[in-house]
Structure formats: C-alpha cells, structure tokens
C-alpha cells in the first residue's frame, strides 16, 4: 500500500500557537493519570489485602521516587480537568473563535498552575507531621 | 424505484451511525469525572491523616466506597478510551497497533475490576 499521509503531523504543528500547546499537553497530562490510575489501584488492593502487605506497599509507595510522582500526578489532575472543561465549552461550539482561544489557552495554564500548586502544597504541607 | 444495489447505496457512507460512540463516551465519562475527580482529591487532602486504620475507615463508607468505585470504573473507561486515541495516533504498524489496542483494553478491564474489588473487599471485609 502508498504510504499515506498521517495525523498528527508533530514536526510541522507551530507549537508557539498556546492553543496547540495546550492541547498537546492535554494529553501528555492524559497519560501521565493513567499511570496515576495503575497506582491508585496497587495502593487499594495493597489496602484490601491488609495492614501488613499496606506496610509493606509502603516502602515502594513511600519513597522520594513515588512522591515525585504523586507530584507530577497532581499537576496532571489539575491541568486535565481545567482542559477538559475547556473541551466540553469547545463541544458545544463556544469559544472556538482564534481569538478567544488563544485567551482561554493562557486561562487553562495560569488556573491549572494555581489549581496545582494550591493542591500540592495542601497535600504536603498538611501531611509533614504524618 | 433505483436500480441501484444496496451495497452501492451504503458505499461511503461510513459506518452505520456509530462513528460518534467513541467521541460520546469520552465526554460523557469526562463529564461524570469532573464531580468523580473534585471529590476524590477534596476528600483524600481532607483526611486527617494517611495510616492503615484511618484509610480503611474512610474507604468503608457508604458515600466512599460508591462514588470510589464509580470513580475507578469511570476513570479506566475513559483512560482506555484516550489510551485507545494515543495508540491509533503513534502506532502506525497495523499488526503492533492491534495488537498495542488489545493489551491495552484487557489491562485497563483488570485495573477496573482489581480497583472496584479491593473497595468492596475493604467495605465489606474490614482487612487486618
């Protein structure tokens, strides 16, 4: 078969358009809570099966390496859900003038920014003496 | 009365009205997850603390253990449908695609049941 031309064409995309940026982020973001999701769901079966495979899942679920995780999933909850409510505004055929894009491209950032930081540091701040 | 056949009618029509299932399932399960998803972090950077005892009692909750468990079915239905999305996109050899596709939908219906069975066993089983 001719090699055909195929979507997504990432070397020609103007990632300087915020609202190309955003949308790929959308789904980096995407990926990354699916690996959020693979470990919620080892942290409750190790929950389920018991107060001492729980401490034993801590030593893996404890470490510096899954709390840079934990990290990384917060921000990606935050930027996720602030873009995905821009998607469903998009759904319904509003805001997908240029202009109003790329407004709501530099909304979705500045307030998944707020949204993750104010979270992030709500859930270390308040687990320091934990 | 058309001479012509009904394979000729239907050709290039596309699917037969399924082309949108995909599309509207990911909104609709983007949708329940906006609720599912505040409620999740509200409640878990609520909890006074994060030992054994204090997790399990949370999760054994009528309101917990439901809306978690509509949570984790929710969540790896639509996280298998943008997994399905990145794999059509990135994967252009046909046979790894399929083959990335169904690994993919099989493991996301094993993290669904995994999840919403710890939550039952936790709910109904107080663990040790």
Known sequence: ?130 | MSLQTPLGRVRGLGAAGNGVHHWWVQRLTAVALVPLGVWLLVSLVALPALDFVTLVSWIAGTWTATLLSLFILTASWHSRLGIQVVIEDYVHDEGLKTVSLVVSGFVHAVLAALGVFAVLRIAFGSPL
């Open chain 1, 1 to 130: 078969m001719r090699a055909r031309p195929l979507s997504p064409h990432m070397s020609i995309y103007r990632m300087t358009r915020y609202s190309l940026l955003t949308s790929f982020a959308n789904r980096v973001t995407g990926i990354v809570l699916s690996v959020g999701l693979l470990v919620m769901i080892y942290w409750l079966t190790a929950l389920a099966r018991g107060s001492r495979a729980y401490a034993r899942a801590q030593e893996l679920l404890g470490s510096g390496a899954a709390k840079l995780l934990y990290g990384a999933i917060i921000a990606a909850f935050a930027y996720h859900l602030i873009a995905g409510l821009r998607h469903l505004v998009w759904d319904t055929g509003r805001g997908l003038e240029k202009a109003q894009s790329q407004r709501s491209a530099w909304a979705v950032i500045v307030a998944a920014l707020i949204v993750a930081v104010a979270c992030g540091f709500w859930a270390f701040r308040a687990r320091e003496g934990t």
